[in-house]
C-alpha cells in the first residue's frame, strides 16, 4: 500500500496569503494616476506612498526574523496579517492623504512576515532541490497575486472605481488572515530551530569556517538590494512611466502590467526545472546580467516603442524571480537556528532596495520636472539609476559562494569509498 505524503495546509495558507501580498504591492502600478488625482499627491509625496509600503517591510524583516527564530512562524505572522488588514480595510475608505500613507505601511508590515514564513517554513529542512524546487514553485503561484493587480485591476477601476476593487481585495485579506490563523496559531515552533540539522554550520567547527560563512553571507547583502530595483517598475512607477511617455490609458497598462507579471510567473515555473542542470549560481547570474541589458536598453531608448519598453520591463520584473534561488544560499551557510536572523537580513534588503529606489525616483522625477525635462528623459534617469544598482548588485554576487545542493552532496557522501582508516 503506498503511503501518501501529508498534506502541508500551512504551505498551502501562506501561499494563498502570499498571493495576495503580491497583490498588494504591485497595485498602485496600474492605479496610479487616480490615486495622484484623488489624494492630490506631488510626485515626491507618490514616491513616497509607493514606498511607504516596502519600507515598512523592510524595517520589519529583521525583527521578524528573531521573532521566527525564538517563538516559531504562527503568531507573529497572524499579529502583522492582522495590522496589514486594518491598512487594506482604511485605504479605500480615506480621503486624507496622511492617513492613506499610513495605510499603505500598515499594508507592508502585514504583508511583511508572509513569504518569509513561508521560506522559513520550507527551508528549515534543508536546502536542497526538493526545498528549492517548492519555494519556486509557491513563488510562481503568489505571482497569480501580480496579475489579478494587473489587467483585472484596471478593468475593474474603469467600471466600479478603484476604491470598491480595493474593498473586494481589503475583503479577501480579512479571510485570508483568519484562514492563516486557524493554521499557525496554536502552531509550535519547530524543532528543527532546536538544534541545528547539520546542514549548516556547527558550533564544532573551526572558527575560520565560520568566519568564512559570514563574508560569503555578506556578498549576499547587495544582490539582495539589487534585486526588486527593476521591478518597482511593475510595482509603482511603470504607471506614471507608460502613461507620461506613451499616453496609455488604465486599461492598456494593466495589459502590460499583467505581461510583466505573466514573464515572471513563466520564469518562477521554470526555475525548478533549470536548478536540475544548472547551478544556483549560474542562473542568479545570468537573470542579473539579462536585467542589466534591459536597463540598459530602456536608458538609451525610453520613448521608441511602446511594446519594446512593455517587453523590457517584464524584463526587469522577471529578475526578482531569483530571490528564492538567493534564499536558497543563504540556507546553505546558515545554521538552523539563526536560519529567521538570516532570512530577514536578506528579505529587509530586498525591499528596502524596493523603497529607497521608489523615493528616489521620486526625487529624481522631480528635480526633472523643476529643470523642465520631458518625460523620456526624466525616466530615462530613472533606468540609469536602476542599472547602476543592478551592476553593483551583480559585481558583488560574483562573489558569492557556489552551493552544492543537499541532493548531490548526499550523492557524493553515498558513492565516496570508505577509507580503511577513516577521514583524516
Not at 505571482?143 to 481585495?169: D, H, N
Not at 528543527?192 to 560569503?216: E, H, V
Not at 533549470?274 to 547570474?285: E, G
Request: contains cysteine; hydrophobic residues 55%; aromatic residues 8%.
Amino acid at each position: 500500500m503506498v503511503r501518501q505524503r501529508p498534506r502541508d495546509y500551512t504551505l498551502w495558507t501562506l501561499t494563498l496569503a502570499y498571493l495576495l501580498s503580491q497583490f498588494f504591492r504591485s497595485y498602485v502600478a496600474v492605479v496610479a494616476p487616480q490615486l495622484i488625482a484623488d489624494y492630490g499627491f506631488t510626485q515626491k509625496m507618490f514616491g513616497l506612498f509607493a514606498g511607504a509600503f516596502f519600507l515598512t517591510f523592510a524595517c520589519a524583516q529583521i525583527p521578524l526574523g528573531l521573532a521566527f527564530d525564538r517563538f516559531g512562524i504562527g503568531r507573529p505572522t497572524v499579529l502583522c496579517m492582522s495590522v496589514g488588514t486594518g491598512g487594506a480595510a482604511t485605504l479605500p475608505l480615506t480621503h486624507d492623504p496622511v492617513l492613506a500613507l499610513a495605510s499603505q505601511a500598515a499594508l507592508g508590515l502585514g504583508c511583511a512576515p508572509i513569504f518569509m514564513g513561508l521560506l522559513n517554513h520550507v527551508l528549515v529542512a534543508g536546502h536542497g532541490q526538493r526545498q528549492v524546487r517548492t519555494v519556486t514553485v509557491a513563488s510562481g503561484i503568489g505571482i497569480f497575486g501580480a496579475l489579478i493587480a494587473a489587467l483585472p485591476l484596471a478593468w475593474a477601476a474603469t467600471k466600479i472605481g478603484w476604491r470598491p476593487a480595493m474593498g473586494v481585495a481589503a475583503a479577501a485579506m480579512a479571510l485570508t488572515t483568519a484562514a492563516v490563523t486557524a493554521s499557525l496559531w496554536r502552531r509550535p515552533r519547530a524543532a528543527a530551530r532546536r538544534k541545528d540539522l547539520g546542514q549548516g554550520p556547527r558550533r564544532t567547527r573551526a572558527s575560520n569556517n565560520a568566519r568564512s560563512n559570514n563574508l560569503a553571507f555578506l556578498t549576499l547583502l547587495p544582490v539582495c538590494f539589487a534585486l526588486s530595483a527593476g521591478g518597482t517598475f511593475r510595482t509603482s512607477w511603470g504607471g506614471p512611466y507608460f502613461a507620461d511617455v506613451f499616453a496609455l490609458d488604465t486599461v492598456a497598462r494593466g495589459r502590460v502590467m499583467t505581461a510583466a507579471s505573466v514573464s515572471a510567473l513563466v520564469v518562477s515555473l521554470i526555475i525548478p526545472l533549470l536548478v536540475r542542470r544548472f547551478s544556483v549560481k549560474a542562473l542568479s547570474l545570468a537573470g542579473l546580467s539579462l536585467g542589466i541589458l534591459a536597463a540598459a536598453l530602456l536608458l538609451v531608448l525610453p520613448s521608441y516603442n511602446a511594446l519594446l519598453s512593455a517587453s523590457l520591463v517584464c524584463v526587469l520584473f522577471s529578475v526578482g524571480a531569483i530571490h528564492p534561488l538567493v534564499m536558497s544560499q543563504a540556507r546553505a551557510i546558515s545554521a538552523a537556528s539563526s536560519l529567521g536572523l538570516r532570512l530577514g537580513i536578506l528579505n529587509s534588503m530586498v525591499f528596502l532596495g524596493v523603497a529607497v529606489t521608489s523615493n528616489c525616483f521620486g526625487w529624481l522625477a522631480a528635480r526633472g520636472i523643476r529643470e523642465g525635462l520631458p518625460a523620456p528623459d526624466i525616466f530615462a534617469r530613472l533606468f540609469l539609476f536602476t542599472m547602476i544598482v543592478l551592476v553593483i548588485g551583480l559585481a558583488t554576487y560574483v562573489f558569492s559562494p557556489s552551493v552544492q545542493s543537499e541532493d548531490s552532496a548526499n550523492v557524493v557522501r553515498r558513492t565516496r569509498p570508505v577509507s580503511p582508516v577513516g577521514d583524516k
